[in-house]
DNA sequence: CTAGAATACGAACGATCGTGCTAACTTGTC
DNA sequence: GACAAGTTAGCACGATCGTTCGTATTCTAG
């Protein structure tokens, strides 16, 4: 199954970065801020707490972006890259579209088990902060947001085409619902502490599934 | 139909304040902040620009409240009263108890839709600012959001009283579903600015209640 | 091996943050 | 009308914010 990735804003083009250890000491930082992000918010987020975390320099860590939007842009890819890999890139190679559906919300809850980032899903958190400010950092949101409902409606479609769900249902429709409760779980889980909203998840969508069946 | 109430936090005893222009400053302050949280954030809300932004000056309204943590308690409960007056309170004296619920989410959608808070839902904001944050601004959100889905859920049961929807169905995991639309079609509507999710939401937890149905 | 570029650091900037202190004023009570 | 208490403003504090600059160090292409 061939999903559409999350590929880096088309726009910025890397200016041929030279050495190795810059490399290096680049996805270091975004690996942590993309962490941390969760935790303290992506504008929340000081470049300094972020410095001190990896045990850098401020001026040394800023010397990667021009600015500090620089920086969350490129902390947006990396989250993308890190949700790639942990939820969608496991959900491949189902048997049939239908399971590869709930193979793909069921990636999703374990991600959030697994605090893969420690405040949540990333997305749900960068989006409720930013949602209100006006710019490319809310833009590109929108954008991954549209790309992952993108994902599951796509499976739906092709889980229509394949026999297994009604073709009366809207993708897009079942897409929302289906996030809606993901996003209600993560919710739950990160404000309370407990596993029993990731458990309402995990059955809403199987029951809200099993209805859409021929 | 009585719902329970969003009542203030049980622990702060008023300070049994005395003047009645005070009590007026310390009112538009709260109205004030409550609905500018949900563009700056609770937390990115600094003193400094809320007093700018009702004309008083910084230490004069600091003056109401011990500490910003006290503002924030207070802003919460101030929020909590105008989701009652906007959503809660309009939802009352429904036929049934399953025209109830629907009237509930109706007017949920419609406070998003009339932007009583220019940010989104309040609460859903909130949330995902401080989620991660502990602290009693965290737990009294919990406790807020607890009840919110206590309300949702009474009424599942009442309608499942009346014999409107299968006694079956578990009040808990439905009012989980239909806040989880809700929220999504909040985050959608915030995000991309297009009134579709709120569409969706509305779609959504019709066919829900329907599907929920005897 | 060397030259030049990339990388990292320390220090400092102006701005803004939450929080106190003090003094002027308004209000409500006897 | 006086006095106590509540309200507001001005000012300043230490801390932290994003950002800039000059400089020392480290890698790498030739």
């Known amino acids: 199954m061939s999903d559409a990735d999350f ?7 890397a200016p041929r970065r ?9 996805a270091t930082i975004l690996d942590a801020a993309a962490r941390l992000a969760t935790v ?10 972020l410095a001190d975390h990896i045990g850098m320099s401020k001026s040394g860590l800023y010397a990667h972006f021009g600015s ?22 496991p959900a491949r190679q189902a048997e049939t579209p239908l399971v590869g559906i709930i193979a793909l919300c069921d990636a999703f809850v374990s991600y959030l088990e697994r605090k893969v980032f420690p405040g949540g ?34 499976r739906v479609a092709a889980a229509q085409a394949s026999g297994e769900l ?3 249902e809207e993708p897009a429709q079942l897409a929302f619902e289906l996030d809606g409760m993901l996003k209600m779980g993560n919710a739950l889980f990160v404000l309370q ?3 029993l909203g990731l458990e309402r998840a995990r ?5 809200r599934l099993a209805a859409a069946r021929v």
Chains 1, 2 share one sequence.
């Open 7 to 13: 590929g880096p804003a088309s726009s910025v083009a």
């Open 18 to 26: 030279r050495r190795a250890d810059g490399e290096r000491s680049r």
């Open 40 to 49: 303290e918010g992506l504008d929340g987020l000081s470049i300094g707490r």
């Open 68 to 89: 500090k939007e620089d920086l969350q842009l490129a902390t947006l890819d990396t989250a993308a890259e890190i949700f790639t890999d942990e939820v969608i890139r």
């Open 121 to 154: 899903c990333f997305f749900a958190a960068a989006a409720a902060e930013l949602d209100t400010q006006p710019g490319p950092v809310k833009e590109r949101l929108g954008e991954l947001l549209r790309i992952w409902h993108g994902i599951l409606e796509r």
């Open 166 to 168: 009604d073709p009366a």
């Open 193 to 195: 502490g407990d596993t």
């Open 203 to 207: 059955r809403g969508i199987r029951s």
